[in-house]
Structures are given as structure tokens and as C-alpha cells.
């Protein structure tokens, strides 16, 4: 009998290690099917879950309620499990070097804990060549077995896209791969038990690796590219989005749009390509410009704010800013690599201390990661510059009345508005008579 019918039979169990934005939903998922232990080292993650609590959002707390996850901080209970699958962040270093610790954590973790007969699949984003060269090894190191003989690995890159409800785990093709044809077919039959969509059976772990950071450096020098044009159309005077509705119109438009590239993903993999690709002897030209670009943003959305307040006749140290969203992109509580702290970073070298709104953040994560003490957006009062950064639901539906009474008392020329993803109606807000900007 196969593992995958032994799953399927629930005389095994599948184990997913690492229950961030990620692994949450994976493990959630499966546990719909097979018998499935999720693990993290984060025992306060772990007791929120078992109080059916989801901090992330991306299944809610009714999923988590009944979920049928069996959570835990125990590594020894890794050992009741078959098929692993790798779910941990890897996020880069001060110098844009990538940071495997956590990988290869998790690989030690397992490896003590592993089995004859097991399959350990890593979805973790990582450069080409991470999977064999650096994960295998430690498994092997760990456990006394041999890849390929008493154990099989693969590896198949997460694809979830945090807070989009629409575009959700099940609905997205899965790239997988494997060490071998045998664990290729046992993983692919694994993954479509959830995986309504279908999967993709990769070539070689190599592949599989390269297509996470290819698609999304694909996105981040697109991104790059209308960042650029945002730059260049504030300088002469023209709305960037007026420009991209109307390229839009074309068949082949590709549909991206400005903003500021954060997150654990398009902000982060890119650099995971470079890394490997100038370890080979190739120094990226293409991919390294799109991500100065992107990561320049923050400083010249933040320069915007000065010059608008300089403009509208602002003591500059003086004003307050009031900042509209803190997590990496809309609707999502994730604040990790947001780069909305580069604006902050940028408007306190000119001693302003914008307030913070974010309803979605979890105030005590902006505490400890940034040392930043949200406030409610209903407390927002006597503003000179109001910054929307992030496009939560929460402020889309902001009208000129609203919007006023969050500014102070002076003429409407005066209060600036910063548009920075271009979520209010332009015709309306220049109508009210405010100094309106976008990017």
C-alpha cells in the first residue's frame, strides 16, 4: 500500500511545519481528508489556534473552531508522521542576503524526528539548488537515513496570496516536484486532494524552485517599471492612473499599477534569484534595478508629503501627518517588510512623527516589530496631511465629509491628501477643494 492510501486511510498522517500565512491554510485544508498535525515552535501561535483563533485571517476563526488540526509545539510529535511538508518563512538578511536559517531549522527539526519511509516536501521559497544541497544533507545528518533510499523529498512552492479571498489555496495550481518519478507521482497524488485546480509536476526540485522566484521577479520589475513611469509622469504634471485606464484599454496590457512592493514575497524573492545567480558569476542588471526602484519608493512618496506641505504653506516639523495603513498590501494583518516604514523612516529625518490608523494590523505586533503605538481612525482629529498608504476596506468607502473631519480647521487648499494607491475619487476630492496627490 502506497503512503498516499495510507493517508487517504488515515493509518498515517500528514505534518505541516511552520503555521504562518502559509502553512495555516495547508494544514487546514488536508485536515478536510487525512489526519494532520500542525506544528510551530510559536507555542503562543499554537494556543491562539487551539482557542480558534486565526491572527493571520486567511481561513478565520470558524474554520479554525473546527478544524480538525491537531496543533502543536512538540517536535517529538513529528514522529507520528509520513509525509512532512516545509512551510517556514525565509526572509533576507541586512544585506539582501537570503536567510536559510529558518529552512534549515526546520530541516533539523524533522530530521530527528524522521522516519523510514517518509517524504518531506519543502514549499518554502528558497534559491535553486537550496532543496538537495543544503536541506538533504541536514535531513541525512539528522536522522542516520539516506535520501533517496530511506526517505524522499520534493519540493512544491507556496502560492497563497495573503488576504485574497478569491484567488484562495484550492483554486491555484500546484507546481510540484520531486527527487525521483516515484515521489514526484506519491506527492501530485498528495496535493490533489486539495488542490482543486490541479498541479503541475515540474521537471526537476531545480525547476520547481526557480518558477517561485522567476514569477515573482516577474512581478516586481513590472511593478518596477510603472513605479518608474509614476516618477516621471509626477514630474510632468500627468496621473499615472489616468494613463494606465487608458493603456488598459489595449487587449495585451498587462494591468499593474505603482505602489510600494513589501511583504515576504515580491519584495524578498528577487533577491534569493540575484543571490545564486552572482554566486554563479552573473550580476544581475534587469532584476537588482527593479528592486532599487521599488525599494525607493517609500523615500519618494514620503519626499511628496514634504513638498505638498511646503506647497500648502506647512511649518514642516510642525504638521501632523496621519498615516493610513501599516500591513504590506490591503485587507491582510501581515506587517512584515511593509514598506510603509520607509515613508515613516524618511517624514522622522525631518522630525515628523506621523500617527498610525490600521485596523487590520494587530497592535501588538506594531509595538514589538516597529515600536509603533497604533490609533483608531475614528480618534483622528486636526490633521495637515492625511497619507493613505494601504488599500484596506476600511477606507475605501471615505467621502470629502469624512475625510474633513479628520483634518483641522483651516481652508480645505491646505489639507493635503497623499493618494498613494489611488483608491479615492479623484474628481471628488479635487472638487472639495483639497491638495490632492497620487502616485
Not at 485536515?31 to 507555542?43: P, S, T
Not at 536541506?135 to 524522499?152: A, N, T, Y
Not at 496590457?253 to 540575484?274: K, M, Q, R, S, T
Not at 493618494?419 to 472638487?431: A, C, N, Q, Y
Request: glycine share 6%; proline share 4%.
Amino acid at each position: 500500500m502506497s503512503l498516499f492510501e495510507k493517508l487517504v486511510n488515515k493509518e498515517e498522517k500528514i505534518a505541516v511545519v511552520g503555521l504562518g500565512y502559509v502553512g495555516m491554510p495547508i494544514a487546514v485544508a488536508f485536515a478536510k481528508k487525512v489526519n494532520v498535525i500542525g506544528f510551530d515552535l510559536n507555542e503562543k501561535k499554537i494556543n491562539l489556534y487551539k482557542s480558534g483563533i486565526d491572527p493571520t485571517n486567511e481561513v478565520g476563526n470558524e474554520e479554525i473552531k473546527t478544524s480538525k488540526v491537531d496543533f502543536t509545539s512538540n517536535e517529538v510529535r513529528l514522529k507520528e508522521a509520513k509525509f512532512h511538508i516545509v512551510a517556514v518563512p525565509t526572509p533576507i538578511n541586512a544585506d539582501k542576503t537570503p536567510d536559510l536559517s529558518p529552512v534549515e531549522g526546520a530541516s533539523s527539526i524533522i530530521g530527528r524526528n524522521l522516519s523510514k519511509g517518509s517524504i518531506v516536501v519543502y514549499e518554502s521559497t528558497v534559491f535553486p539548488g537550496v532543496t538537495e544541497d543544503v536541506c538533504i544533507p541536514i535531513l541525512e545528518k539528522e536522522s542516520g537515513l539516506k535520501c533517496g533510499e530511506d526517505f524522499k523529498v520534493g519540493y512544491s512552492p507556496e502560492r497563497i496570496n495573503p488576504g485574497d479571498k478569491v484567488h484562495t489555496l484550492e483554486k491555484i495550481i500546484k507546481i510540484v516536484s520531486g527527487i525521483d518519478s516515484e515521489s514526484l507521482e506519491e506527492i501530485s497524488r498528495v496535493y490533489e486532494l486539495v488542490i482543486e485546480a490541479g498541479v503541475h509536476k515540474a521537471s526537476s526540485i531545480k525547476v520547481a524552485e526557480a518558477a517561485k522566484v522567476v514569477e515573482n521577479s516577474q512581478r516586481d520589475i513590472n511593478i518596477a517599471f510603472m513605479n518608474e513611469l509614476a516618477m516621471v509622469f509626477d514630474r510632468m504634471e500627468i496621473n499615472t492612473k489616468d494613463v494606465i485606464d487608458a493603456m488598459n484599454t489595449k487587449w495585451n496590457a498587462l494591468g499593474f499599477y505603482p505602489g510600494l512592493v513589501g511583504g515576504h514575497c515580491i519584495g524578498v524573492d528577487p533577491y534569493y534569484f540575484v543571490y545564486e545567480a552572482e554566486r554563479l558569476g552573473y550580476h544581475s542588471q534587469i532584476i537588482l534595478s527593479g528592486r532599487k526602484i521599488n525599494d525607493g519608493m517609500g523615500e519618494f512618496v514620503a519626499d511628496a508629503i514634504i513638498k505638498k506641505l511646503i506647497l500648502t504653506n506647512k511649518i514642516v516639523k510642525q504638521a501632523k501627518v496621519v498615516i493610513l495603513g501599516l500591513t504590506f498590501k490591503e485587507n491582510c494583518p501581515d506587517i512584515r517588510n511593509s514598506k510603509v516604514i520607509d515613508i515613516i523612516t524618511r517624514l522622522k529625518e525631518y522630525d515628523i512623527n506621523p500617527s498610525i490608523v490600521d485596523p487590520q494590523a494587530n497592535p501588538i505586533e506594531a509595538k514589538y516589530e516597529y515600536n509603533i503605538d497604533l490609533v483608531e481612525l475614528e480618534s483622528i482629529r486636526n490633521a495637515d496631511c492625511l497619507v493613505l498608504a494601504v488599500g484596506h476596506s476600511e477606507f475605501m468607502n471615505l467621502d470629502n465629509s469624512k475625510i474633513d473631519k479628520m483634518f483641522g480647521d483651516f481652508e480645505n487648499n491646505q489639507k493635503v491628501i497623499i493618494d498613494v494607491k489611488s483608491i479615492l475619487d479623484k474628481e471628488e476630492i479635487e472638487t472639495g477643494g483639497f491638495s490632492y496627490w497620487s502616485l
